[in-house]
């Protein structure tokens, strides 16, 4: 028996192989011993019942071919391969004298795919899942499989009692129409996230940090939550990372238990944690196991507190600076690896880092597939390797966190294989492109400038190069808008971005005494210049003009509007330095910001400006303390400012006042002129209020102090000098789906007789 023959053997199951070997025993009238010993030759092989499928490809898939001998077995295992390629209803091997007959009933064609009674995920997106395919031959087990993938994707939207009917209706010439009926069924919610054996934080500040959120009763209007499987592995390295990243080195998560209720229509989550117990960093020191590498320079270059809390963030950051000042130093090759050494009596961890010779591996390619519109060269920038370079893979794992972090991607993973050599590796980065642009249009709120309407369109990969670019028009009832920004995050290939800002802004309010024009263009360059901090330049061409000045406005403003219209060219900068997401407390973290620009031509000036602020949980972290300091001079050479080049402040710097409502006026007609100079003092406390926190509501408490002086015009003004007010008031955050929201009730402590107070207002919830 040729290798064919036994391959076509090897297929027959132990039932076919019966039924067709009673079958044979019929028709031959042979014993069975004889059957299956003896060979059969047909000298003509014909295929009846097809009127698709060529007779030639059907004898293919059976491997039977005239002229050849063959035995029960192998015969019957023909007839079960032809049927195995689901291309027939049936299929009969029927011997007939010197012929072989193939007799087939064929499936039909499709006609027609349909779904019936989908609403939540359209037919272009049922299209994107199903395998069956019009024009091709109906599969009933190819049908179960699109079924089975349908009931998955409504699963991931939280609705796993979806039921869904594959039906047929057949049409003439053989072919049929193919419907899945659907029952979408509703939302299985999550009704309750509850927690065992957490002692140091309660199940609100843990339900907190979940993606998976309880529904409730305002979550059914504005956005309910779903149970997504997917999405509870992310919940579960995230509260690791939260545990470990307070000092809880032993946190485990024991189980996680997602039961339904009875009635099958929401879902009860169970948490079973372990938290263990606290650890701090203990002594902390460097050894070298590299010949003439020393440990103390590297020593000097960690950045530790002992004492401190345990984090795994403070040991990677630290090993990366360790590796960097290894390549600084010219020394290739070269491993942290931490050895920590565990005081159980004392709850301290003691960390070596040890300088080792790691092995002599490069970096032979980085092959980049999947990226269909994006360039190869965005999704390289994200790496701090190149072909050629010592192959690091704590470098490799945080080029794939970045890669993750563009939000480009709906999927990505970055692997590593064997090269050409043993001392090669490639890279292989796998990616899914993602949507990228957004059409915004919509309305807007604001107590300073009412009722707006707002458009924007934004794409965060232009051209698939990375590249930021934002078109946004904004109408109120005082104000009209126009902003286009561009980015390029990666000038030069660099880390250096590049930043092209135009602003064209008018007023046209009925209770002003004046409207304003101005315009702004402005490109920068900005570059981190430490971890957390950066540094932007640019330059500024601005236009300004003061129109529409009412008759029985101030004589200051008057003279403002005979100027005409000014332009004005600026260079400046601004620094940022901010660890509220790097730095090494989780529960807080620090900001600062200064800026000066320099202003010439007709007119010169320096603008200076400058913001402070810390921010602390306490309390288990159930309260957010946060405190702020920020103000600006604007000090004129030449010329002499105007009203829209001083600053005035409005409900996001000082609450409790109107814009304009503090800081200079005019003695005789009590127009607000604004102020060369101000600062402002803040605190505030931000708390739960009992509700649920599904509810996204929690309460605050304020207290802001300051003062808006110095016009520079002389006498006529009231208020020119410092005049400090204080207010004092109570908050409630709303973070809705479209956005956090802050309502603001305020009670000024300390005014003067001028001045324009506020007890409400509505504002975004910003902070510093």
């Keep these: 028996m040729n290798a064919h023959k036994r391959g076509v053997a090897a297929r027959l199951s132990s039932v076919a192989r019966g039924a067709f070997f009673v079958s044979f025993m019929g028709l031959s009238g042979l014993s069975a011993p004889a059957v299956m010993a003896q060979d059969f030759s047909f000298g003509a092989v014909r295929v009846e019942g097809n009127t698709q499928i060529e007779s030639a490809n059907i004898l293919g898939l059976g491997g039977i071919r005239a002229g050849e001998a063959y035995s029960a077995a192998e015969l019957n295992a023909a007839a079960q391969a032809i049927r195995e390629s689901g291309l027939f209803q049936s299929v009969d091997v029927i011997p007939s004298g010197g012929t072989l007959i193939v007799r087939v009933v064929e499936f039909p064609i499709i006609n027609r795919i349909n779904f019936e009674g989908n609403r939540v ?96 009763v305002l979550r059914a209007l504005i956005g309910r939550d779903t149970f997504v499987e997917d999405r509870l592995e992310f919940d579960k390295q995230v509260l690791t990372d939260f545990y470990q990243s307070r000092g809880y080195a032993d946190f485990e998560i024991l189980s996680v238990d997602a039961s339904l ?157 064997p090269g050409s050599g043993p001392d090669q590796v490639v890279v292989d980065v796998d990616v899914a492109e993602a949507p990228t642009g957004s059409f915004t249009f919509g309305g807007s709120y604001n107590t300073d400038i009412g009722f707006g309407l707002l458009a924007e369109f934004s794409e965060r990969n232009f051209l698939g190069r990375g590249q930021q670019l934002d078109f946004r028009i904004s109408t109120a009832l005082t104000n009209r808008k126009f902003n286009f920004s561009f980015t390029e995050p990666y000038l030069l290939g ?197 509700l649920p926190e599904e509810f996204g509501i929690t309460g605050g408490a304020f207290v802001d102090y300051g003062a808006l002086w110095n016009t520079g015009l002389g006498a006529g003004v009231d208020y020119d000098g410092f005049t400090p007010r204080s207010v004092a008031g109570v908050s409630l955050f709303w973070n809705t789906p479209i956005g956090p929201l802050r309502f603001n009730w305020s009670e000024p402590l300390q005014t003067e007789a001028k001045d324009k107070t506020r007890n409400f207002d509505i504002t975004i919830s910003t902070s510093f």
């Excluded at 099958?264 to 701090?280: K, S």
């Excluded at 994006?374 to 080029?399: A, C, K, M």
């Design 494 to 690: 660099r880390d250096l971005s590049f930043g092209l800002d135009t602003s064209y802004v008018t007023t046209n309010n009925e209770n002003a005494d004046f409207d304003t024009t101005e315009f702004r263009f402005s490109p920068s360059l900005a570059f981190p210049v430490s971890e957390d901090a950066r540094l932007k330049v640019y330059y500024g061409l601005e236009y300004g003009r003061v129109t529409d000045v009412a008759a029985s406005a101030s004589d200051f403003i008057k003279a403002d509007r005979d100027l005409g219209g000014i332009w004005t060219n600026s260079l400046g900068y601004s620094f940022n330095w901010d660890n509220r997401l790097t730095g090494l407390n989780p529960r807080g973290g620090a900001v600062l910001r200064f800026g000066q620009e320099l202003g010439v031509g007709n007119t010169s000036f320096l603008k200076t400006t400058a913001l402070a602020g810390v921010e602390q949980r306490v309390m288990n972290e159930e309260i957010t303390l946060r405190a702020s300091v920020e103000g600006g001079h604007l000090e004129y050479f030449t010329g002499q400012s105007r009203i829209i080049d001083r600053f005035s402040l409005n409900s996001n710097t000082m609450r409790g006042f109107e814009p304009g409502g503090i800081g200079p006026r005019d003695a005789v007609t009590d127009d607000a002129l604004g102020g060369e100079t101000y600062a402002v003092a803040s605190a505030e406390a931000e708390f739960p209020l009992g």
């Design 121 to 216: 995920l359209s037919d272009a997106d049922l299209f994107r899942l199903v395998r069956s395919q019009q024009r091709r031959v109906y599969s009933p087990t190819q049908a179960e499989t699109d079924v089975q993938a349908i009931v998955e994707a409504y699963a991931d939207k939280g609705r796993i009692n979806a039921l869904v009917t594959p039906k047929i209706i057949r049409r003439s010439e053989s072919r049929v129409d193919l419907v899945f009926e659907i029952d979408e069924s509703t939302e299985t919610e999550i009704e309750r996230i509850s927690f065992i054996g957490n002692r140091s934080y309660s199940d609100r500040r843990l339900r907190g940090v979940l993606e998976t959120k309880q529904a409730g």
């Design 261 to 417: 209720t009875r009635e099958r229509d929401a879902y009860l989550m169970t948490f079973n944690v372990q938290e263990g117990q606290q650890f701090r960093f203990g002594t902390v020191s460097v050894v070298s196991e590299i010949e003439g590498v020393d440990a103390e320079m590297y020593e000097d270059a960690l950045r530790f507190r002992e004492g401190s809390v345990y984090t795994p963030v403070m040991i990677d950051t630290n090993i990366a600076r360790l590796e960097q000042l290894a390549l600084r130093e010219g020394v290739s090759f070269l491993q942290v690896q931490p050895r920590v050494t565990r005081n159980a009596r004392e709850l301290t961890l003691d960390v070596e880092f040890a300088l080792v010779r790691g092995p002599r591996v490069f970096v032979e390619r980085i092959d980049i597939s999947g990226n269909t519109s994006t360039l190869d060269r965005v999704v390289r920038s994200q790496f701090r390797v190149v072909e050629g370079d010592p192959f690091n893979p704590r470098l490799i794992r945080q080029s794939a966190e970045r890669i993750r972090a563009l939000g480009f991607f709906s999927d990505s993973s970055v692997e590593t294989r």
